[in-house]
Structures are given as C-alpha cells and as structure tokens.
C-alpha cells in the first residue's frame, strides 16, 4: 500500500501487506561463473539455469507468490477428468468477478490464443490490436491472419508522463474500420500492455474502442493476463474512477468486451489459462478445440488443484493490498534508477521495470540487438536475469533481414509479492554500475536462430571480447565481492 504515512509525512514507497512464510534459497555466483553460465546459455537469458540466477526478473509468468489460502485451497481439488466441483466452483467466480457465462479452460495463455484464433481468425483476415505480444500475433498469423497495432503514438514514446499509453488510437481504429470492414475478425485489447513496458489503457479508451468496434460488427476481445496492474492504474490515475472498489471498476471493464481470456500464470497467480464468454455458437466451437487440444471441458489441460488456486487467486486480485506490490516495486526501482541517470522507460508501468536499451547502449549498432547484449551484461554483472523485449523478439522480414523493433527495452519483472525492497536496491546499485561503464558492453550475434519465436532458443555470441573487459572492470571496482 502506499497510503501509509512515515512520521515525516510523506508516504512510504512501499509497504509489504503481507510476511514472509515459506522461503526459497537463492544463489549469487562470482563473476568467473557467471561468465560461464550466461556463455553455456547463449547469452540468452532464457536459457540460464535457475540454481545460477540470482533475482530471477525474467518474467512474472507462474512465478508470483501463492498466498496460504491458496495452497489450503489446492488440497481440497475435486479431481474427477470430467465434471469437477472445482471447475463449476471456479466458473461460478468469473461469473462474479466478471459477469460472464461461460468459461472454457486452456492450459496457459497461449493456449486460450490458439483456441480464440482457430475459432475466429479466417485466412486473409486481420486482428486489431493496441499492441501485440509474441504468441498473440503468432496464432493470428499461423491461422493465415495480420495483426494490425492501432496503438497511440504516445505509447512509443520512451520517455513520458502520459498516464495510459496503452490507448488505442480511435482515429486509426475508424479509418481502419472504414477501409477493411469486412476483413476484421476481431479488435483485441491488452490490458497492461506487456511489450511497450506494462503501460496501461484507460476504462475510457476501452469504452469508446469497444462503442466503435459494436457499432461496426466487430467482436471485441480482452487480453486480461495483464488486468491486475491495470486495475492499480486506473484506480490510482484515471479520475472518474477514483472511489470505486477494484471489484466495481472490473466489472465495468467486462461489460465492454465480448470475450475475455488471461494467462492464469499472471493474473490469479498459479498456472493455467481461462476464456470467458457469453455467446453459446463461439462457446460450442471452442468446446470442441479445448477437448482435441487441451483435455476435457472441466480441465482444460489445468490440473484440478491449479483450478483451486486460481479461484482464491482471482478473489484477492480484486484488492488492493494485493494489486498494489507489484505497481510500487516497479516505481521504486524506476524512481531511483532515473534519479542515476539511467535511461529508462516512464511512467512506471506494470509487470516490470524496463530499461530503454536504444538509449542505454546507443554505441552498439542496432543489428548487434542492443537490448540482447544488455541483458546478457546485467546477468554476468549482476545474476540478475532480465528479459529482451527488441529486436531479438521480432520474427525476420520476409527477405531474411533483421526487422528493426521500434524499442529495444530489457525488461526487469517484478513478479507479484516475491522481492524485498532491499532485493531492489541491489538491483538498483549494479544497474546504476553498469550504465556508468556502460560503454564496455558490445554487441552479440545468432549462432543458432530458430525459425519460430527465435528469442526462446536462439543462442547469441559476443561480436568482441567485451564481456572479459566487462569482467575485469567488475573485479577492479567490486574487489572480491559478488
Ligand atoms: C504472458 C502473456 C500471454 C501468454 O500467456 P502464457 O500463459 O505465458 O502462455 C498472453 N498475453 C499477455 C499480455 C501476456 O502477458
């Protein structure tokens, strides 16, 4: 919460409504091995061990903490393969939550994805979007569709004060709508926008997105994975919100879309995935992809007691005292790392800090994947694992050249509920280095690259022997400490 005056009377950046109860060790090698490590993986972050990382900010995907009430809540699983209590039980919460009748079950979110866009993408079509994310625009394409970004421009710009630049452009949408009528399959908001640096979209963009998109026939869909640091903002910086409760502004948010779906790995914080929907025709379709690809219709690939967390965990993400950790952690580790001087993207956003890597690294050619090498030169100075959200992230174009991404950021995940505050303060110390030297970070390039979502497997090597000129700078300046 950050309602919480210190005696001299400002409010505390951060303050933890809840305590530590089971706790897991973690590690911080010394240089000389995390050398080794990030070199064994590629210089790709998402191949390091996890006994190796020492704050591991890669992602919050399955990896926010689990209240008691949900690990209670995970032993009274009904576990049948068909009609489950659980399943009703957490039908009947989206319901309440979300005002919808239906919910099919799918693995994860990508999951939920393959599901919407098999029933809904036809070939030649094109899905519209603020702005994609990777498996998203995947699954649009694989089903012979074109996701189209109708994002504002504000939301590529780096360095900002405006409050919601995840907003659809309603100018783009209409001129888009105009030219392409019949070739939409449908308008799709993500909530918390991940990519652009967790910014949100304003309760009112969403209304007059979903207004336009009804008045033309479109189906409207919500990408909810994000919905919990969306909700803090909308509370906190849209106005006309101010003094409803979480629950209410929710409810508001579900009227507006047709379909609704969300990585349960993120919002509910266990794992799985949940599409949410009124209409009988769409449900019936999707029924059938859920039993061919995920499992049956009461589990959806989900194991039983995942069900159950869920369920306690969509009921607390509709508080405060648990949305706000994740947003605090974020402003704190932002506020601090600008005060240094570090280029960073503004305002806070959700999900994670993130580092505007064009700027930070703006010596190392853009084709040497600014935002890769940095990521790799965080671990080897820090056992921070961070994510590449640039061009790493984007497939090649068509001729095989690099498809420059418009922002390069790496991306420092606060998972929900997981770091201290002096955790943070770590990071913001090694950061804070590492910018000052900045300048002795080099390039990277593939030596393998998959052909699909290349950032998962691809292994990079350094353009130079940088990362030994790195190494021996750390030790000179750190003298024996981690
Ligand atoms: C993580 C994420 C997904 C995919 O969810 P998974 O559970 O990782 O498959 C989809 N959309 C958004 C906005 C996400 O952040």
Redesign the pocket.
């Known amino acids: 919460m950050n309602n919480i005056k210190k005696t001299n009377g400002q409010n505390f950046e951060m303050l933890e409504m809840h305590k530590v109860k089971i706790i897991k060790k973690i590690n911080l090698l010394n240089i000389d091995e995390r050398l080794t490590a990030i070199t064994n993986a590629g210089n790709n972050t998402f191949l390091l061990h996890n006994k190796d990382i020492f704050l591991n900010m890669l992602?919050d995907?399955?990896v926010n903490a689990m209240s008691d009430a949900q690990q209670a809540a995970s032993m009274i699983a009904d576990d049948a393969y068909a009609g489950s209590e659980s399943f009703f039980k957490l039908e009947k919460t989206c319901q309440e939550i979300f005002g919808k009748k239906f919910l099919v079950p799918a693995h994860?979110?990508?999951?939920?994805?393959n599901i919407i866009c098999k029933t809904l993408v036809k070939a030649n079509t094109f899905a519209l979007t603020n702005h994609h994310?990777t498996?998203?625009k995947a699954h649009v394409e694989l089903n012979g569709g074109k996701m189209i970004e109708l994002l504002a421009n504000e939301g590529f710009k780096p360095e900002s004060t405006n409050p919601f630049k995840g907003n659809v452009d309603l100018k783009k949408l209409q001129d888009f709508i105009s030219k392409n009528k019949k070739n939409i399959s449908f308008m799709r908001i993500?909530?918390?926008?991940?990519l652009i640096g967790g910014q949100p979209v304003s309760l009112e963009n969403m209304i007059k997105t979903c207004e336009l998109c009804k008045k033309n026939n479109i189906i409207t869909i919500l990408?909810a994975?994000?919905l919990t640091d969306n909700l803090y903002f909308i509370k906190i910086r849209e106005n006309k919100y101010k003094n409803m409760n979480i629950s209410e502004i929710t409810k508001i948010i579900s009227k507006q879309f047709d379909i609704i779906y969300f990585?349960?790995?993120?919002l509910g914080s266990a794992r799985g995935?949940c599409i949410l929907l009124d209409d009988k025709k769409i449900l019936a379709t999707m029924q059938d992809l859920v039993t061919l690809y995920e499992g049956f219709i009461t589990y959806g690939g989900m194991s039983i007691s995942e069900l159950e967390m869920i369920n306690i965990g969509l009921q607390e993400a509709m508080t405060m005292e648990m949305i706000s950790h994740g947003p605090m952690s974020i402003k704190f580790l932002v506020d601090q790392l600008t005060k240094n001087g570090v280029p960073m993207i503004t305002p806070a956003g959700g999900?994670g800090c993130h580092l505007n890597a064009m700027k930070f690294c703006d010596h190392i050619p853009k084709e040497q994947y600014r935002a890769g090498s940095l990521a790799a030169a965080i671990y080897l100075i820090s056992g921070i694992a961070g994510m590449e959200r640039g061009t790493i992230s984007e497939e090649r174009n068509p001729d095989g050249t690099d498809h420059i991404a418009n922002m390069e950021l790496v991306r420092l995940a606060c998972p929900r509920r997981i770091f201290t505050k002096s955790q943070l303060e770590f990071v913001i110390d090694r950061i804070t280095w590492l910018y000052k030297n900045r300048k002795l970070i080099g390039g990277l390039k593939f030596k393998f690259e998959p052909k699909l979502l290349r950032f998962f497997l691809g292994k990079l090597e350094p353009t130079s022997k940088w990362q030994e000129k790195l190494v021996k700078k750390f030790k000179d300046d750190f003298k024996g400490s981690l």
Do not use: P, V, W
């Open positions: 992602t995907s399955g994860q979110g990508r999951a939920c994805e994310f498996t998203t993500e909530a918390g926008t991940n990408d994975s994000l990585s349960a790995r993120k995935g999900l």
